[in-house]
């Protein structure tokens, strides 16, 4: 699993300096491996966490006027 977590980190990297982005998401994944399948729930509460602790503010500066 170590190999493929560092290969999909390095993937991950490459895509985001490629495609920059406006605002990257980083939960605390360190203890969920690429091949952990049963702690998806566990990633997503904790994305889902980021966001409820300010994130908001930040996205919603984001949002087109056509949009809102």
Do not use: W
């Not at 952990?36 to 997503?44: G, I, R, Y």
């Not at 509460?45 to 503010?57: H, K, L, P, T, Y």
């Amino acid at each position: 699993n170590g190999g493929v977590n560092i290969m999909l980190q390095y993937i991950t990297a490459a895509n985001i300096e490629k495609h920059p982005v406006d605002l990257l998401i980083t939960p605390d994944t360190h203890d969920i491996d690429a091949f952990d399948f049963n702690k998806v729930e566990v990633a997503v509460q904790r994305g889902d966490e980021i966001i409820c602790n300010g994130v908001e503010e930040k996205l919603s500066s984001l949002i087109l006027p056509e949009q809102k």
